[in-house]
């Protein structure tokens, strides 16, 4: 997820959106774009206390690395995000659908044939291999 620099927003809503139970799902969205709110400020604050700190003009090299930390920890908490119940199910994978299904709902999950069949207005080129 996220290639480029700010990719990643468009992209997260719709894996977020498609994993999460229902139940909570609007409350956790809330929370990731927040954090993404927070991550905006927090860089602000260390801008301006590079730029205290060193006010030479090369500072900004200081602030760009440091964006490498918090790029870092979410490749780390990424690892553990499973691979979306549908997808799987799609791929002929129910077992472990179910199974990823029940630990994000907190309840029993059974697959169904939509979810075993390819969304309708996808077009076929659009899944071919590059």
Request: aromatic content about 4%; overall charge positive.
């Amino acid at each position: 997820m996220g290639p480029a620099v700010g990719l990643d927003h468009p992209i997260a809503a719709g894996c977020l959106a498609e994993i999460l139970p229902s139940k909570n799902r609007g409350r956790r969205l809330v929370g990731a774009f927040s954090l993404q709110a927070a991550g905006i400020l927090l860089g602000a604050v260390v801008g301006v206390v590079v730029l205290n700190v060193r006010p030479e003009v090369d500072s900004w090299r200081i602030m760009l690395r440091f964006g490498v930390l918090p790029a870092l920890l979410i490749i780390w908490l990424r690892r553990a995000v499973p691979e979306s119940p549908r997808w799987l199910a799609r791929k002929g994978h129910e077992e472990e659908a179910c199974e990823i299904g029940r630990a994000l709902a907190g309840g029993p999950v059974t697959v169904t044939g939509a979810d075993r069949e390819r969304q309708e207005g996808r077009s076929p080129a659009r899944s071919a291999s590059w």
